[in-house]
Nanobody, 122 residues
Framework: QVQLVESGGGSVQAGGSLRLSCAAS????????MAWFREIPGKEREGVAA???????TYRDSVQGRFIISRDNAKTTLYLQMNRLKPEDTAIYHC????????????????WGQGTQVTVSS
């Protein structure tokens, strides 16, 4: 009952920045938690950052200090500001939403976007 559409991906050189957006529509009460995950070749889908509707955030260690997750509750839009990008950040980034929990594991999220490609060259 929730639709998520990501945008903002692209190709940048190492050290550059990108801002990803995720627009949510449908049952907005089911987006109490929104999060970013990424798919990297050879790895399981991994959590990048999560944010609750009250603003509480969680980051994985490898992006902490470089990425900032935020949300505009009025617009029901999720953002990920990505700074000081590294080649290892290259991945397909997916937006996810859930109304109850906010972990950095993908198994509990009910709604997913189609993903947006981020490529960081050295």
């Amino acid at each position: 009952q929730v639709q998520l559409v990501e945008s903002g991906g692209g190709s940048v050189q190492a050290g550059g920045s990108l801002r990803l957006s995720c627009a949510a529509s449908g049952n907005t009460y089911s987006t109490a938690c929104m999060a970013w995950f990424r798919e990297i070749p050879g790895k399981e889908r991994e959590g990048v950052a999560a944010i609750r509707s009250d603003g509480r955030t969680t980051y994985r260690d490898s992006v902490q200090g470089r990425f900032i997750i935020s949300r505009d509750n009025a617009k029901t839009t999720l953002y990920l500001q990505m700074n000081r990008l590294k080649p290892e950040d290259t991945a397909i980034y997916h937006c996810a939403a859930d109304r109850n929990f906010c972990p950095l594991t993908p198994y509990d999220y009910n709604y997913w976007g189609q993903g947006t490609q981020v490529t960081v060259s050295s």
